[in-house]
């Protein structure tokens, strides 16, 4: 029985600075192998040139083996470059054009097999929500948004919880409102672990970041550490 990990980075990693490369390492500590096999899926930035250089950069420093996945040039066979991998990567960016690009390729059925064969799934911001039943975006210009997302994991994710200003009043809104009941809600330069669907661990790889579950109760919004 593979354990299942995926680890929801709620903003920063070597997308903004290479760094101490922490979360990275974190991330391929979970696989017990020297030299993992990891991939980049760069869809929500547009497949940035920068975006990918950095990830080598990265995480050839970690002495891992590197390739990414293209879906505005040419595409190879996803089935078979996911499912040769150790740890996949999403990065960052439009989560909606993201999640229809991967869907007209069938790419969300083949990272959910993924998934359940105990590759290590992970990402930050659009690739950290993916992951979820749902997550916040702000893939649209005018405002924040909830949509529908691989449903991989339960539950409903925001990330940048601390790092936008617009974030917490919207979470606050939406639960108040009963739109939903609960958000796991990622502070920047930190990341969460749900292991094997239901364990969940909160990774601050900055200066006391937290993940949070804010909900209501009682009619009174609460925040738990998660």
């Given at each position: 029985?593979?354990?299942?990990?995926?680890?929801?980075?709620?903003?920063?990693?070597?997308?903004?600075?290479?760094?101490?490369?922490?979360?990275?390492?974190?991330?391929?500590?979970?696989?017990?192998?020297?030299?993992?096999?990891?991939?980049?899926?760069?869809?929500?930035?547009?497949?940035?040139?920068?975006?990918?250089?950095?990830?080598?950069?990265?995480?050839?420093?970690?002495?891992?083996?590197?390739?990414?996945?293209?879906?505005?040039?040419?595409?190879?066979?996803?089935?078979?470059?996911?499912?040769?991998?150790?740890?996949?990567?999403?990065?960052?960016?439009?989560?909606?054009s993201m999640l229809a690009v991967w869907k007209e390729w069938?790419?969300?059925?083949?990272?959910?097999?993924?998934?359940?064969?105990?590759?290590?799934?992970?990402?930050?911001?659009?690739?950290?929500?993916?992951?979820?039943?749902?997550?916040?975006?702000?893939?649209?210009?005018?405002?924040?948004?909830?949509?529908?997302?691989?449903?991989?994991?339960?539950?409903?994710?925001?990330?940048?919880?601390?790092?936008?200003?617009?974030?917490?009043?919207?979470?606050?809104?939406?639960?108040?409102?009963?739109?939903?009941?609960?958000?796991?809600?990622?502070?920047?330069?930190?990341?969460?672990?749900?292991?094997?669907?239901?364990?969940?661990?909160?990774?601050?790889f900055g200066n006391g970041r937290n993940c949070f579950k804010?909900?209501?109760?009682?009619?009174?919004?609460?925040?738990?550490?998660?």
């Amino acid at each position: 029985m593979h354990s299942k990990n995926i680890v929801a980075i709620g903003g920063g990693g070597f997308g903004r600075s290479l760094g101490s490369l922490q979360i990275e390492k974190y991330i391929i500590s979970l696989i017990n192998k020297k030299r993992p096999k990891i991939c980049f899926i760069p869809t929500a930035s547009g497949d940035s040139s920068l975006y990918k250089l950095n990830f080598y950069r990265a995480f050839s420093k970690l002495d891992c083996i590197t390739s990414h996945i293209d879906f505005f040039s040419r595409t190879e066979n996803l089935e078979d470059k996911v499912l040769s991998q150790d740890i996949i990567y999403v990065g960052g960016g439009n989560t909606k054009s993201m999640l229809a690009v991967w869907k007209e390729w069938n790419l969300h059925e083949i990272l959910r097999n993924a998934y359940e064969k105990g590759i290590v799934m992970s990402g930050v911001s659009a690739g950290a929500i993916c992951w979820f039943d749902k997550g916040i975006t702000d893939s649209y210009a005018e405002e924040l948004a909830i949509i529908d997302c691989l449903g991989i994991v339960e539950g409903i994710a925001c990330p940048h919880f601390d790092e936008e200003k617009e974030r917490e009043p919207y979470v606050n809104d939406v639960i108040n409102r009963e739109i939903i009941e609960s958000c796991i809600c990622i502070e920047g330069n930190c990341a969460i672990h749900v292991k094997n669907d239901s364990e969940y661990y909160s990774i601050d790889f900055g200066n006391g970041r937290n993940c949070f579950k804010v909900y209501k109760e009682n009619d009174t919004l609460k925040r738990e550490i998660l």
